[in-house]
């Protein structure tokens, strides 16, 4: 079949198959949880150095009512499964992100994905508030340690984020920080302060 592949072919081979880096010596599980739109596959698909895993589908006359669409009158896709990427965080340590679902119908799926997750991050849109309430709920009864991001829509209002904490009711030690879903930068900020809070919080370090 002649199948053998030429020096170039393997060179893009070994760029496009992406092995964790020998050097990694611990691995975690995390998930990005959060309502609908709230920015999660964005989040993943910011931060991940793998190919992200999505399962988007375009949302379709069907979901209309069983989403909640309000806001948010640019969301043609909604993730029906879950996102899932990668990222070393340092030669030692790599993360895996599980991007769940936010609609109450996909609570079970996510009831599962929580096991063997060392935390999660919540991401939040000041916008709908109120709907973060049941994610941090379902974490706080599963015993998920978790740190709370605000996605920083452009054109929402912004609030300081102690009045963000008073509003979520968030206890005193749970990190809370601002992100750009899109921004790599924020996002990494994000991620790097849930771990040292779940490291922090296992009395060990990476
Ligand atoms: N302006 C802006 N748009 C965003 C941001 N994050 C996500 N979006 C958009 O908001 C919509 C919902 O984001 P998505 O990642 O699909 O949310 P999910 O349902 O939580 O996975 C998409 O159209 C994104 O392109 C952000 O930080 N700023
Ligand atoms: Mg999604």
Excluded: H
Excluded at 151 to 171: C, H, K, M, V, Y
Excluded at 179 to 202: H, K, M, N, P
Aim: glycine letters at 10%.
């Amino acid at each position: 079949m002649g199948s053998a592949l030429s020096p170039s072919e393997t060179a893009t081979l070994s760029r496009t198959v992406d092995y964790v880096p020998e050097t990694v010596t611990r691995s975690v599980k995390l998930l990005v949880a959060g309502n609908f739109g709230v920015g999660k596959t964005t989040f993943v698909g910011s931060v991940s150095e793998i190919k992200p895993l999505r399962t988007e589908e375009t949302i379709t006359e069907a979901s209309v009512g069983v989403d909640d669409m309000a806001g948010l009158p640019g969301k043609v896709t909604t993730t029906v499964a879950m996102d899932f990427g990668r990222i070393t965080l340092n030669p030692q340590l790599a993360l895996y992100l599980f991007g769940t679902p936010g609609q109450r119908r996909f609570i079970p799926l996510w009831e599962e994905l929580s096991r063997g997750a060392l935390g999660a991050l919540v991401l939040i849109d000041t916008r709908r508030i109120d709907k973060a309430d049941e994610v941090l709920a379902v974490l706080e009864e599963r015993g998920v340690p978790y740190s709370v991001a605000v996605n920083e829509f452009e054109g929402s209002q912004r609030f300081p984020l102690t009045e963000i904490r008073d509003a979520l009711d968030l206890e005193p030690g749970t990190p809370l920080t601002a992100l750009d879903a899109r921004d790599r930068g924020t996002c990494l900020r994000s991620l790097i302060t849930l771990v040292e809070y779940l490291f922090q919080r296992q009395g060990g370090s990476s």
